[in-house]
């Protein structure tokens, strides 16, 4: 049976998006299956164009990733950036909770303090990161 690994990251500019597409591939060709939320979950701006208003939009979205987070064996965060996406930081802190295996990828050189990033996300990863997209599959277990 496959592992799904949760993507845990930033989903406001089209990089940020395209980013983490090449993730999804690169951990499908290495045989996991993934949730992705900006292609498996649900849009804040589509549910509240639906109709629906923003609490009830809140409340969907919060509970399809928490489900998807129980269903994942593993949960990656994508650290890059100045600092890590927020929502992607509960996330993790959820996976973290439910014991699930967590790491994280960084591509970015920059750190909050002196080339550290925050000891929170540090011990959650377990100092796990990967470096680039194709050392992804050499971290999990």
Not at 64 to 80: M, Y
Not at 110 to 134: E, F, Q, V, W, Y
């Amino acid at each position: 049976m496959k592992k799904i690994v949760y993507i845990a990251g930033p989903l406001f500019s089209q990089a940020e998006l395209d980013f983490n597409e090449n993730v999804d591939t690169r951990l499908r060709e290495c045989g996991y299956d993934t949730f992705l939320p900006q292609r498996d979950g649900k849009k804040l701006s589509d549910l509240i164009v639906a109709g629906i208003s923003k609490e009830e939009a809140v409340k969907t979205i919060f509970e399809i990733d928490l489900q998807q987070i129980h269903k994942s064996d593993i949960l990656l965060l994508i650290i890059d950036g100045r600092v890590p996406d927020e929502g992607a930081c509960v996330e993790l802190g959820i996976a973290y909770a439910l014991n699930k295996e967590c790491i994280g990828l960084k591509t970015d050189s920059r750190s909050l303090m002196d080339n550290l990033d925050n000891p929170l996300i540090l011990g959650a990863i377990k100092g796990k990161i990967a470096t680039s997209i194709d050392e992804l599959c050499t971290c999990f277990n």
